[in-house]
């Protein structure tokens, strides 16, 4: 019941999570709910709240528009701080959301609560190398079991998500938009192919107008669902750099993509490693300090063992695929993700071998 009453007051105009949170304070401190709250005269509300008269003007003609017994229906994909599946990182923002709206697969807000999932953020301009790279860790990361966030923007941020889904893998995508817009257009299939293989995320209502201040506050969700940050490539003037603040201010550890230090997209990423960001030289780097990630299931070891049975002495991808039979599906992805582990190499030719 409260989770209703608690929606309702959210899509009142003019409260923002500072105003909710001191809502929530009186609730707790008067030991009401929001729907004994709903029934407060304005005068008892002034006067433990020290609003601005256009925050009460809306709120009266708010609650005249819905009477004292209002309809509330909770749209089925919203989340509000207190359910279940509420991610815990977003609480120690210093204006955390008041709702989140998520379209996808909701499983994966299990892995969000508990910032088990890995944040890959750059440039919309970047180089052929750093998209290169932005795509090889989203492989990695995925082949290794964990979910990749980023922001669905061009270029850095959609190559890292591409790696994730060439493999199988599960992108989490934090839009700056509200879930029903698409930025940029083009990103329209793309952005429908996230949301069928992972989850799309957003703190903004359907209808909620578009503009530059709504990504930084995207940036800010990133970094609290992610248990570790990686900058690929950016200038000097980059949401990204806004990224790596809130995860210096999160105790997010920060990873960068060393860049060519005569390229202007990589100086803002370069700079970071004077403030210390740990250096990133290979995707398998990372995939070693983060370990195996929350996807991996007791039937991949299962997978892994027959995969490792089947190299034996040394084999190509052909000789693995004709010993493995049906259990032969997303070999390369298989192996990259061995190789990250340290347990097989791949050496002239195309010829795998165990350590």
């Given amino acids: 019941m409260d989770r209703r009453w608690w929606w309702l007051w959210s899509q009142c105009p003019g409260l923002g999570s500072a105003r909710m949170r001191a809502l929530r304070s009186v609730a707790c401190e008067w030991s009401v709910g929001p729907a004994?709250?709903?029934s407060w005269p304005a005068e008892r509300l002034r006067t433990l709240l020290s609003w601005?008269?256009?925050c009460?003007?809306?709120l009266e003609r708010f609650r005249r528009l819905h009477g004292k017994a209002p309809q509330i229906n909770v749209p089925d994909n919203v989340l509000l701080p207190g359910d279940r599946q509420w991610p815990q990182g977003v609480d120690r923002l210093d204006r955390p959301p008041v709702v989140l709206h998520h379209c996808g697969d909701p499983s994966l807000l299990y892995e969000l609560r508990q910032q088990q999932a890995v944040a890959v953020v750059g440039t919309r301009a970047a180089s052929a190398h750093g998209l290169a790279v932005a795509e090889d860790l989203g492989r990695t990361l995925a082949?290794?079991?964990w979910p990749v966030i980023s922001g669905l923007a061009e270029g850095i941020d959609a190559a890292a998500h591409r790696g994730c889904l060439n493999v199988g893998g599960r992108p989490v995508a934090v839009l700056g938009t509200s879930l029903e817009?698409?930025?940029?257009?083009h990103h329209e299939t793309f952005q429908a192919e996230v949301g069928r293989n992972g989850l799309l995320l957003s703190e903004f209502s359907l209808g909620t107008s578009m503009n530059r201040g709504s990504f930084v506050e995207r940036n800010r969700l990133i970094v609290a669902l992610a248990k570790a940050l990686v900058v690929v490539e950016c200038p000097e003037r980059s949401g990204a750099l806004i990224s790596a603040k809130f995860a210096?201010?999160?105790q997010c550890p920060v990873w960068v993509v060393p860049g060519d230090a005569r390229r202007w997209s990589s100086r803002g990423s370069n700079a970071l490693l004077r403030n210390q960001a740990f250096p990133l030289l290979t995707a398998a780097?990372?995939?070693d300090h983060l370990g195996a990630g929350p996807l991996i299931s007791a039937s991949a070891s299962v997978a892994q063992d027959a995969l490792l049975a089947a190299i034996g002495d040394g084999a190509s991808i052909e000789t693995l695929?004709?010993?493995l039979g049906p259990r032969g599906h997303q070999l390369s992805s298989r192996l990259l993700a061995l190789e990250c582990e340290g347990q097989v190499v791949c050496e002239a030719g195309h010829l795998w071998r165990r350590r």
């Avoid at 817009?181 to 257009?185: E, F, K, L, N, Q």
């Fill in 52 to 54: 601005p008269e256009s």
């Fill in 56 to 58: 009460w003007s809306s």
């Fill in 248 to 250: 210096s201010q999160l």
């Fill in 321 to 323: 695929q004709r010993r």
């Fill in 143 to 145: 082949s290794m079991g």
């Fill in 285 to 287: 780097d990372l995939a």
């Fill in 36 to 38: 004994e709250l709903w």
């Fill in 181 to 185: 817009r698409v930025y940029p257009r």
